[in-house]
């Protein structure tokens, strides 16, 4: 996930990631995350072991309709304390979940976890990168999965001890 590099803002993705995982003592989680909207390039990637074979079969060729795909995985995955503001941008409801509220289907890590998420952001920044546009979608998605997984780390961290 750091052959090309998709900027400082998908390092901070990569970075919070770590921190989930360390949060997690690098243990798979209790089960993957939902694969209901998961866009056909990840699935390929996993069909494959999730290595460099996968990236090549997971190559994105129409970022408009990968972004929709993403958009929807990415809201059924939403936990219940999240909601769409007006401008179509997700936002905490009232106040940050690192006070301990569950984390919903997103409460996975390890390979079948936030690993899925991230795989899905690098083919889709690789094929975006040429594309202003394009480019600035995908780092609005970069941005809320980035707060999530630190918020998550937080959660972790914090409130459940049981690691």
């Known amino acids: 996930m750091t052959t090309v590099n998709l900027g400082p803002h998908f390092h901070a993705v990569i970075e919070a990631w ?3 995982e360390a949060a997690s003592r690098y243990e798979q989680g209790p089960t993957n995350l939902p694969k209901k909207g998961r866009p056909d390039q990840v699935t390929a990637w996993i069909s494959v072991g999730r290595g460099r074979r996968g990236v090549e079969r997971a190559k994105v060729l129409d970022c408009e309709e990968y972004a929709r795909a993403w958009h929807m995985w990415w809201d059924f995955l939403q936990p219940e304390w999240t909601k769409r503001g007006a401008d179509g941008k997700w936002s905490v409801v009232d106040g940050y979940a690192g ?9 996975q890590w390890g390979v079948n976890g936030a690993l899925s998420l991230i795989a899905a952001l690098y083919f889709w920044g690789c094929a ?9 979608v995908w780092e609005e998605a970069v ?4 707060w999530m997984l630190e918020g998550m780390a937080v959660y972790y961290e914090k409130f459940n001890r049981k690691f």
């Open 143 to 146: 941005g809320d999965v980035s």
């Open 128 to 136: 975006a990168r040429e594309d202003v546009e394009l480019e600035a």
């Open 99 to 107: 006070d301990g509220r569950e984390w919903g289907k997103l409460y």
């Open 18 to 20: 770590i921190r989930l």
